[in-house]
């Protein structure tokens, strides 16, 4: 990579950097004391626990189920204070980011891992918002691979069925090149339905009858609203 390259990916990830920020402010601002709240996981929903971490150090009294042990442990880390959903089944709120999400407020979801427990958050909360930077908007899902969570043994099955669907299926690797292990301990296979997903509902219910299919990450008729970042800016959109 040459140096002027180099230096426009840096300025367009500050860029997006910004946008999240400003995405996960306005969410932070829906945050009313005493509410239960959905924390999500990735870079997105990380910018609204420090933020929601900063309020509650100012005195803001809220309690939060997080969707991850990466987004757990930054919780308490930051004071915030987390029950589950034994103990607190309906959430008023959640918020998260995504990876895609397209005019109806489909998504895609998982790029980090958390899919199985970011879908049963916002399936229990009231209120589900996404936070994202203009990177995130398509008109049509696919361009990011689907992340399917499944269990190990299921593999060679399910690569096969996701084949004749004309997906490229990868099994995503941790860093020392074994497969990645979720907080629930199963494996995902990234599916590349390239270049679009013409019916993400059409596909999101075939993928659920499917034995050995834990989750996947079509989050479909989910999303009340996505708060849209664009440097200093945001956007509220509804479906």
Request: net charge negative; with cysteine.
């Amino acid at each position: 990579m040459n140096q002027t390259t180099k230096v426009k990916k840096d300025g367009v990830a500050r860029m997006n950097d910004k946008a999240k920020q400003s995405a996960a402010n306005a969410a932070v601002e829906m945050v009313e004391n005493g509410m239960r709240l959905g924390i999500g996981t990735g870079s997105t929903a990380e910018h609204f626990i420090q933020q929601l971490g900063r309020r509650v150090q100012g005195g803001l009294s809220v309690v939060g189920v997080a969707t991850s042990e990466r987004s757990a442990e930054l919780c308490r880390d930051l004071g915030i204070a987390l029950t589950d959903l034994d103990e607190t089944p309906v959430l008023d709120l959640a918020v998260d980011g995504a990876d895609e999400f397209d005019g109806a407020l489909n998504l895609i979801k998982g790029g980090g891992g958390a899919l199985l427990r970011e879908k049963i958050v916002a399936g229990a909360a009231e209120r589900f918002v996404v936070i994202a930077d203009a990177s995130k908007k398509v008109d049509i899902l696919g361009a990011f691979p689907l992340p399917v969570e499944i269990i190990p043994m299921a593999r060679q099955p399910l690569t096969g069925r996701l084949e004749k669907l004309d997906a490229v299926v990868t099994l995503r690797q941790a860093a020392d090149g074994a497969p990645f292990r979720t907080d629930e301990n199963h494996w995902i296979l990234d599916c590349a339905f390239g270049p679009t997903i013409d019916n993400p509902m059409e596909l999101a219910q075939t993928l659920s009858t499917w034995p050995g299919v834990v989750e996947h990450g079509l989050f479909c008729g989910m999303t009340e609203q996505v708060l849209l970042g664009n440097g200093n800016q945001v956007q509220a959109i509804t479906g």
